[in-house]
C-alpha cells in the first residue's frame, strides 16, 4: 500500500516541520483503516464498561451514605437521653449536655456544646424552664433552626403533660419557683412512658425509613414499664401515705405515682440554702411525723442530711433524678428499681 502526502509548493524540503508532518503521514499511513477502526471500536466496549463500574460504585456509595446517616441527637438531661437511646437505638448519635451528678438548675456550660447544638438534629429539652440558667445563651450561640422551639427538630418533654404544683404568683421571695410548675416530673414512669412516645414519634418525622423501628423500641418500652408498674406499686404498697423529707422538691411526681407523702424540705424555699432555724422546725415536724427517711441527691449537701437524719433516727437515702447519677443505674429502668429499693428499705 503507497500513500503519497501532498506538500505546498515553495515548501522547503528540508524544514523541520515538513519532516515531521511527513513522518507523521507516512506512520499513518502505514496502518491499515481497517485495522484503526478495530482498534477505536475495541475500546469502546471497554469504555462502557467503565462507565458502568463506576455508576454502580457511586450507587452503592450513596446507599451506604444514606442507610448509615445516623440523627444527630442532643438531649440537655441525662433523663431525656436515657429515653431517646431507648427509642433511637443505633440509629441515632446522641450527646447528653449535662452529668447525671450536676444540678440541672446550674450546668457548667461548655463551648463544645454550642459545636454539638450547631450540629444537631433534634434537641430534647424539659420545656418547663428548668434549664432556664444556661441553655438559651447555647441556643442563641448556636444558631441552628432546625432546633428552633416549633420545628420538628425541637422535641419538649414536657408537652401534653400536666405540671404539678404551679404557683398562681411567681416571685423572687418564694425562692427558685418555675412559673410553668414543677419540671422534675420524669421520676414518674407513667410521664416518662409518655415522653418515650413523644420522642419516637417526632424521631420518626424526622426519619421516616426507621420509623418502624422507632414504634417498635417505643413498644418495648411500653410494655417493660407497665411490668414493672406492678412490681413497683407492690412494693411501696405498705408504705402508703407514710412522710419522707428530701432536700429539694425534686419528687412530687414520684412521691404522687406510689402513694407516697415527700413533703418537708431541707431547703427553707427552693433554691435558698438550709438555715439552722429552718432545720430545727424540720427536725421537729419528722419526730411528730415519725418520718425515716431523708432523700439526698449528689450534688446536695450530704452533710446537712445525715445531721437531720441523726437527731431523728432517719436514714439518709441516696436517690438522682437521672440514670448514672449513682451505682447500678444506667438506664431509665434500672433508676427507678433502685430507687424504690433504698426507699423501701428506709420506711421499714
Same mark, same amino acid.
Given at each position: 500500500?503507497?500513500?503519497h502526502?501532498?506538500?505546498?509548493?515553495?515548501?522547503?524540503?528540508n524544514?523541520?516541520?515538513t @519532516?515531521?508532518?511527513?513522518?507523521?503521514?507516512?506512520?499513518?499511513c502505514?496502518?491499515?483503516?481497517?485495522?484503526?477502526n478495530?482498534?477505536?471500536?475495541?475500546r469502546?466496549? @471497554?469504555?462502557?464498561?467503565?462507565?458502568?463500574?463506576?455508576?454502580?460504585?457511586?450507587?452503592?456509595? !450513596?446507599?451506604?451514605?444514606t442507610?448509615?446517616?445516623?440523627?444527630?441527637?442532643?438531649?440537655?438531661?441525662?433523663?431525656?437521653?436515657?429515653?431517646?437511646?431507648?427509642? /433511637?437505638?443505633?440509629?441515632i448519635?446522641i450527646?447528653?449536655?449535662?452529668?447525671?451528678?450536676?444540678?440541672?438548675?446550674?450546668?457548667? !456550660? $461548655?463551648?463544645?456544646?454550642?459545636?454539638?447544638?450547631?450540629?444537631?438534629?433534634?434537641?430534647?429539652?424539659?420545656?418547663?424552664?428548668?434549664?432556664l440558667?444556661?441553655?438559651?445563651?447555647?441556643?442563641?450561640?448556636?444558631?441552628?433552626?432546625?432546633?428552633?422551639?416549633?420545628?420538628?427538630?425541637?422535641?419538649?418533654?414536657?408537652? /401534653?403533660?400536666?405540671?404539678?404544683?404551679?404557683?398562681t404568683?411567681?416571685?423572687?421571695?418564694?425562692?427558685?419557683?418555675?412559673?410553668?410548675?414543677?419540671?422534675?416530673?420524669?421520676?414518674?414512669?407513667?410521664?416518662?412512658?409518655?415522653?418515650? @412516645?413523644?420522642?419516637?414519634?417526632?424521631?420518626?418525622?424526622?426519619?421516616p425509613?426507621?420509623?418502624a423501628?422507632?414504634?417498635?423500641?417505643?413498644k418495648?418500652?411500653?410494655?417493660?414499664?407497665?411490668?414493672?408498674?406492678?412490681?413497683?406499686?407492690?412494693?411501696?404498697?405498705?408504705?402508703?401515705?407514710?412522710?419522707?423529707?428530701?432536700?429539694?422538691?425534686?419528687?412530687?411526681?414520684?412521691?404522687?405515682?406510689?402513694?407516697?407523702?415527700?413533703?418537708?424540705?431541707?431547703?427553707?424555699?427552693?433554691?435558698?440554702?438550709?438555715?439552722?432555724?429552718?432545720?430545727?422546725?424540720?427536725?421537729?415536724q419528722?419526730? !411528730?411525723?415519725?418520718?425515716?427517711?431523708?432523700?439526698?441527691?449528689?450534688?446536695?449537701? $450530704? $452533710?446537712?442530711a445525715?445531721?437531720? !437524719?441523726?437527731?431523728?433516727?432517719?436514714?439518709v437515702?441516696?436517690?438522682?433524678?437521672?440514670?448514672?447519677?449513682?451505682?447500678?443505674?444506667?438506664?431509665?429502668?434500672?433508676?427507678?428499681?433502685?430507687?424504690?429499693?433504698?426507699?423501701?428499705?428506709?420506711?421499714?
Amino acid at each position: 500500500m503507497h500513500c503519497h502526502p501532498e506538500r505546498s509548493e515553495g515548501s522547503p524540503k528540508n524544514s523541520s516541520i515538513t @519532516q515531521f508532518n511527513e513522518r507523521d503521514l507516512r506512520f499513518d499511513c502505514e496502518i491499515p483503516r481497517s485495522a484503526r477502526n478495530d482498534k477505536a471500536h475495541s475500546r469502546r466496549p @471497554q469504555m462502557l464498561i467503565m462507565k458502568k463500574i463506576l455508576l454502580t460504585l457511586s450507587t452503592i456509595l !450513596a446507599c451506604a451514605f444514606t442507610t448509615h446517616a445516623k440523627l444527630n441527637v442532643v438531649a440537655t438531661l441525662p433523663d431525656f437521653g436515657s429515653l431517646a437511646r431507648e427509642i /433511637g437505638g443505633d440509629k441515632i448519635d446522641i450527646i447528653v449536655l449535662a452529668k447525671a451528678t450536676e444540678d440541672p438548675h446550674f450546668v457548667d !456550660a $461548655r463551648p463544645s456544646f454550642v459545636v454539638s447544638l450547631r450540629n444537631a438534629d433534634a434537641l430534647i429539652d424539659g420545656g418547663a424552664e428548668l434549664e432556664l440558667g444556661w441553655l438559651p445563651p447555647l441556643l442563641q450561640n448556636a444558631r441552628n433552626p432546625k432546633i428552633e422551639v416549633g420545628k420538628p427538630g425541637r422535641i419538649q418533654a414536657s408537652q /401534653g403533660i400536666r405540671l404539678m404544683n404551679v404557683p398562681t404568683t411567681a416571685t423572687r421571695a418564694a425562692g427558685d419557683v418555675h412559673a410553668l410548675g414543677n419540671p422534675h416530673f420524669t421520676a414518674d414512669p407513667i410521664i416518662a412512658k409518655a415522653i418515650a @412516645q413523644h420522642i419516637a414519634q417526632s424521631f420518626a418525622a424526622l426519619d421516616p425509613p426507621n420509623a418502624a423501628f422507632y414504634d417498635g423500641n417505643y413498644k418495648k418500652f411500653e410494655a417493660t414499664i407497665n411490668a414493672k408498674l406492678q412490681e413497683w406499686g407492690a412494693a411501696m404498697l405498705p408504705f402508703k401515705d407514710q412522710h419522707g423529707v428530701a432536700y429539694h422538691d425534686s419528687w412530687p411526681y414520684f412521691a404522687h405515682r406510689f402513694g407516697i407523702n415527700i413533703d418537708i424540705f431541707l431547703e427553707p424555699k427552693p433554691g435558698i440554702p438550709p438555715s439552722p432555724s429552718h432545720l430545727t422546725e424540720v427536725i421537729a415536724q419528722m419526730k !411528730a411525723q415519725h418520718v425515716k427517711a431523708v432523700i439526698v441527691e449528689p450534688y446536695h449537701d $450530704r $452533710r446537712i442530711a445525715e445531721k437531720v !437524719a441523726s437527731a431523728t433516727g432517719a436514714k439518709v437515702v441516696e436517690f438522682s433524678q437521672f440514670p448514672g447519677g449513682i451505682p447500678g443505674t444506667d438506664t431509665y429502668v434500672k433508676l427507678i428499681d433502685t430507687l424504690i429499693s433504698r426507699l423501701a428499705a428506709a420506711l421499714k
